[in-house]
Every structure is written in C-alpha cells, then in structure tokens.
C-alpha cells in the first residue's frame, strides 16, 4: 500500500474534509459510474442517504449541499465556492439537477436526501448510500461509499485494514511504521523529506512534485489572506464573529510587538484565519482534515515570517515531512474525527506540524519523529464535540492551540538528542486504541461534550 503527500493534501471546499470533500467526491464518483455503466440518460431519479456522524452533524458540515454538487459533477478542488450555495439553493427551488452536469432529472431535496441522525452503516462511522432509478421505479445502480477522513473515500468493499487508498504502485522506500521510516534514514543517510522525495517519484517528476507543494502553499496563502479581510459572521446560526480581520490590523499596526509572546499572536492569527475560512466553506488544503486545516499553514506561515533563511526549499521539506508523519497516522489509526475523535484531526495535524518545523530547523531524524511524538501525545483523546455540529465552536480555538502546541513540540525535540522513552509508533497505536474506547457520541455526532452543555443562540 502507498500514499503519496497529495493523498495527504489537496485543494478543496470548507468545512469538513469527511463530511464536505468526502460526500462530495462519493456522489461525483456515483454519476461517473452511470455515465460508465451507460445508464446515465435512463435516470430519472436520484436518491441519497447518509448515515452515522454525517447524518448526525451533515446539515452543520454541510453534506447535504456536498452531495447536490457532486451530483451535478462538481470536484471539490474547482468549485465555485462563492456560488456553490445558490446553486443548491436553486436546484432545491426547480426541483430537479443536472446529473453528472449533463442529464436532468426530478430532485427532491426533502424525500431524495435523507440524513439519518441515529442509523449507521456497518464499516465506518461516515457512510451514504446513493440510488439511481428509471422512470418505471427500477434500480438502475446503487453503491454505498465511505468518507474515511480527510477526502478519503471508498466503497463497501474496503473494510476494516482496508480502507485506505487502492495504490499498490512500488516506492523506492516503502515504511509502514516511524520505526521502519528512521531505519531507512540512518541506514540511507537520508532526511525524512528525501525519503518522501524519492518515493514521489513513483508519481511523478521531481520538479512536479515540488511545483506541485509549492502550489498548495500557494493556496494555504490565499487562505490566510481572504480569512485576514473578511468581516462578519459565520454561517450556521451561532453567530460566531470572525476575529482574523480584526487580529491582523492590530498586529501590522505594530499592537504587542515589545510583548515577548508577540509571535505567538501571529501563529494564533495565521490558524484563525484558515478556519473562518473553512468553516464559512471557502477555499482551503485539506491537511490533514478540513478540520484541522489551519495547523500546518499556520505554522509553515511561522517558518517563512519568522525563521532566518526560510525560503521555498524549506516549505517543500516541511510540506513532505509533514506527510511523511500525516502517512503514519493514516495507516496505523485514523484522521476521521468520526471514527476517533480530534486526536485524529487536530492532534494528527499538530503531530505533522511539530515533525516538519523539526525538520527545517536543522533537526535530525530522530529529533522529527521526538517532535511529531510529542505533538500527539499532548493530544491523545481529544473529542469531536462540535457545537450545534458546526466547525466552528471549539474547532477554530483549537486549531490556534495546536499550532503553538506543534511549534513547542520542535523546540522541545530540538533540545534533546532525540532519545525519548515513547515512539511515534506507540504513540499512535495509543492514540488509535484510545478513539476505540472513545463513546460515539465524542466522535462528531453532536451528542457529547461542548455540543451538548453550550446552549446554541
């Protein structure tokens, strides 16, 4: 089995890589099914219904709206995000869609998508079923799919081990574990980042792959930029403000900068910003999780302002680091806060982030994966406690919290040789048995914690 970092990242629409890029993608890749299967022109009906955490907190993530536009053939990386909402609120005012966006047929956004709020399918907490029918009432073709966390998404034959991305393509160093990742470090006299590098290969060119980094940060930038103007509210009924906009004048105004923490408020900003943005569904890198979006360009946004010599060798090395770890995780436990909690998500991305800063600042081997250990451990049996089911209340903080969180992690592992008494591959083995033990109703469904004490006004 093989990942490549643009598993691990990739441009798309906020708020929630399992509940928004997932279901998304999963009703895209239904209507791709019809048009191979050439039943497409035959439809004239099209039902979905989703189950477990996305019929729990769907209407908050906005999975209904995801699966209208993967429907109509829309790919969360090129979506009109400013006019995604109009456009579902029309099909729902005409009643019908343009299928695979070339065949209309009858749409009732009421009775054709359904979100069971305490049904779940057997595999995975984030299960859909889509249904085509004829007009005499026939099945034409049904699947079921599961959003595994972080735009992951596969059918009802991958269970259990198996539900990770179909790639058997050959690696030039193929790890399955931390363990086995630093081996190949000490035995190759490779960093973690030439490791990834090599193993890119089996993709693509060199210079794609790192004009293809570049890009994503290209992205994570434009984020933070339009998280830094826009003003007002965030959607959903919480009435939550934006707070970048406001952070970011006083902070190039020069407010703090005899405060010796004053760096931190720029990290804080960078964060906030990536997750206004995600959760009013704007344009952001999954990374690992739409959830946990803001952590790794909060950071990498640390590196570049802050760092002497930081320069776009340094992102690209941060960026493949980062994977490197984020790959660990994916393989050996889970990024789906449904199926383990924010440990997943947030604690994932904060253990990615600590690894890669590790890394460009000059820390061996050895010290990254101290570093990435850390950044989990201090994270272990976080819950996905959303309120109201909206990525907003604690997600936003929380992200912020992480990225100082993963920025102490390197220093931390930069102190030390490197030697420590918990692994990264017990760590997350740890964090893995933890997201078992974790009540459902911890795991996004709305239903614990925060959701359920703060009062939605």
Known sequence: ?????????????????????GPMRAARRFTGILEDEGTLAQVTRVQA??????????????SDKAVVLGLEGEDPATVDTERSDGRVAQVRADGQLLLGGKHRVRFDGDADLVLHRRKSL???????????????????????YYSVGGG????ESATGADRVVEDTTAVRFPFGTAGELLGLCTREGLSISDVMLANEAAWRGEAETRAGLLHLWS????????????????????RVPRRAPALFR???????????????????????????????GGRIVTAPTNGAAGIIPAVLHYYVRFVPGADDEGVVRFLLTAAAIGILFKQNASISGAEVGCQGEVGSACAMAA????????????????AAEVGIEHNLGLTCDPVGGLVQI??????????????????????????????????????????????DKYKETARGGLAVNVIEC
């Not at 093989?2 to 798309?12: E, K, N, T």
């Not at 992951?152 to 059918?155: S, T």
């Not at 933070?224 to 509210?233: H, W």
């Not at 102490?408 to 893995?432: C, E, F, P, Q």
């Open 49 to 62: 219904e989703l189950y477990g955490s996305l019929g729990a907190t769907g209407h908050g993530h906005g």
């Open 250 to 280: 006083e902070l190039s105004a020069g407010a703090g900068e005899s405060d010796p923490l004053h760096v931190m408020d720029w990290v804080n900003l960078y964060a906030l910003a990536v997750n206004e943005e995600n959760a009013s």
């Open 122 to 144: 057997p595999a995975h907490p984030n299960g859909m079923t889509f249904r085509a029918l004829a007009a005499d009432g026939r099945e034409l073709a049904a699947r079921t």
């Open 1 to 21: 089995m093989a990942l490549s970092a643009f598993d691990l990242y990739s441009v798309g629409i906020g708020p929630s890589s399992s509940h928004t890029v």
């Open 152 to 155: 992951f998404v596969v059918d």
């Open 219 to 238: 992205v994570m930038r434009a984020c933070v930029d339009s998280g830094c103007r826009r003003e007002g509210v965030l959607p959903g009924g919480l």
């Open 394 to 439: 604690p997600c936003i903080e929380r992200n912020a919290v992480a990225s100082v969180k993963a920025i102490n992690s390197a220093r931390l592992a930069l102190a030390g040789d490197g030697t420590h008494k918990v692994t990264l591959d017990k760590a997350i083995k740890t964090m893995r048995d933890t997201g078992r033990d974790m009540k």
């Open 355 to 370: 690894g890669a800063l590790c890394e460009v600042l000059g820390g061996t081997p050895a010290q990254v994966e101290n």
